[in-house]
């Protein structure tokens, strides 16, 4: 007799045999760490653990220090205190190429050199796999046509990366970082610059490739009825702190929206998604009292 389906925590789906396994997967987490860009310091004494096999929400207020974390658990930013770890041993004790097969990355505003075509940029995901001794292979070629592919990016394959709309360029480098093949991926606002249907449609993916290949995503997202349809953990940061994190249920609530944004809301039921969906509220949209 087969079991009844039952919601994914937290996102209020239908689990998926991922979900099941889900919870296994790579341990990566912030201890302790002190992160600054010169003498500005941007987050003292931040402790974060990664939900293995889970798809990771951080959101929260402009300069906030959402990227900023994002970029001290890609190794990108060392910090002056603390210990970023990827299964107990810090990041800065596992060699480059190692990493590059286990974490992958797409920050802000990534640029392309001069000329370079959408296949060429996706296939330089698979660097980290290659050595003198293994070259190009079938199986590289195979991950570029699937990224490209689950990207919509298959037809603008030979077109120059520097030639494409925003939202294209967008999604070739999101194909790029699904090329790469790692079991954790972090992405920087990676709905950036993309029309709501090509939000959606890059959102999908990233929720496949967890369900499917029990990828764990970190993303840092500023949509925050997006964050509670697509996320099953949502980290809430201000001024370099951890305000709340949890199921979205938990944190997505009025009290911490206003205290984390600064904006008053009503927190209804999204009637799609089950998940909570933030309703602003202004001096303009006042409700009407009873």
């Given at each position: 007799?087969?079991?009844?389906?039952?919601?994914?925590?937290?996102?209020?789906?239908?689990?998926?045999?991922?979900?099941?396994?889900?919870?296994?997967?790579?341990?990566?987490?912030?201890?302790?760490?002190?992160?600054?860009?010169?003498?500005?310091?941007?987050?003292?004494?931040?402790?974060?653990?990664?939900?293995?096999?889970?798809?990771?929400?951080?959101?929260?207020?402009?300069?906030?220090?959402?990227?900023?974390?994002?970029?001290?658990?890609?190794?990108?930013?060392?910090?002056?205190?603390?210990?970023?770890?990827?299964?107990?041993?810090?990041?800065?004790?596992?060699?480059?190429?190692?990493?590059?097969?286990?974490?992958?990355?797409?920050?802000?505003?990534?640029?392309?050199?001069?000329?370079?075509?959408?296949?060429?940029?996706?296939?330089?995901?698979?660097?980290?796999?290659?050595?003198?001794?293994?070259?190009?292979?079938?199986?590289?070629?195979?991950?570029?046509?699937?990224?490209?592919?689950?990207?919509?990016?298959?037809?603008?394959?030979?077109?120059?990366?520097?030639?494409?709309?925003?939202?294209?360029?967008?999604?070739?480098?999101?194909?790029?970082?699904?090329?790469?093949?790692?079991?954790?991926?972090?992405?920087?606002?990676?709905?950036?610059?993309?029309?709501?249907?090509?939000?959606?449609?890059?959102?999908?993916?990233?929720?496949?490739?967890?369900?499917h290949e029990n990828r764990t995503v970190v993303m840092v997202l500023h949509d925050l009825n997006q964050a509670c349809r697509y996320a099953d953990h949502v980290i809430a940061m201000k001024?370099?702190?951890?305000?709340?994190?949890?199921?979205?249920?938990?944190?997505?609530?009025?009290?911490?929206?206003?205290?984390?944004?600064?904006?008053?809301?009503?927190?209804?039921?999204?009637?799609?998604?089950?998940?909570?969906?933030?309703?602003?509220?202004?001096?303009?949209?006042?409700?009407?009292?009873?």
């Open positions: 007799m087969t079991s009844p389906s039952k919601s994914a925590p937290g996102t209020g789906r239908t689990a998926t045999p991922a979900d099941t396994a889900s919870g296994s997967g790579p341990d990566l987490r912030a201890e302790g760490v002190r992160l600054a860009y010169d003498n500005r310091v941007v987050a003292e004494h931040l402790d974060v653990a990664i939900p293995p096999g889970r798809v990771t929400a951080i959101v929260g207020a402009n300069a906030c220090g959402k990227s900023t974390l994002l970029r001290a658990l890609a190794r990108l930013l060392s910090p002056r205190e603390g210990t970023v770890r990827l299964d107990g041993r810090s990041l800065h004790s596992i060699p480059t190429r190692e990493l590059a097969q286990r974490l992958g990355i797409l920050p802000q505003g990534p640029v392309a050199p001069e000329g370079l075509t959408v296949i060429d940029l996706v296939g330089r995901g698979r660097s980290p796999h290659q050595t003198w001794w293994r070259q190009w292979s079938k199986g590289d070629e195979q991950a570029v046509h699937d990224a490209l592919r689950a990207t919509a990016m298959t037809d603008l394959a030979d077109r120059p990366v520097d030639e494409l709309s925003g939202g294209q360029r967008q999604r070739a480098w999101i194909a790029m970082a699904v090329a790469q093949g790692t079991p954790v991926l972090l992405l920087d606002e990676p709905t950036t610059y993309l029309d709501l249907a090509h939000q959606i449609d890059v959102l999908d993916l990233i929720t496949d490739l967890n369900r001024s370099g702190a951890i305000v709340a994190e949890g199921p979205p249920a938990e944190v997505i609530t009025a009290r911490t929206v206003e205290e984390v944004f600064g904006l008053r809301c009503r927190i209804t039921r999204d009637p799609v998604s089950g998940t909570p969906m933030v309703i602003p509220m202004s001096r303009h949209h006042e409700p009407a009292l009873p």
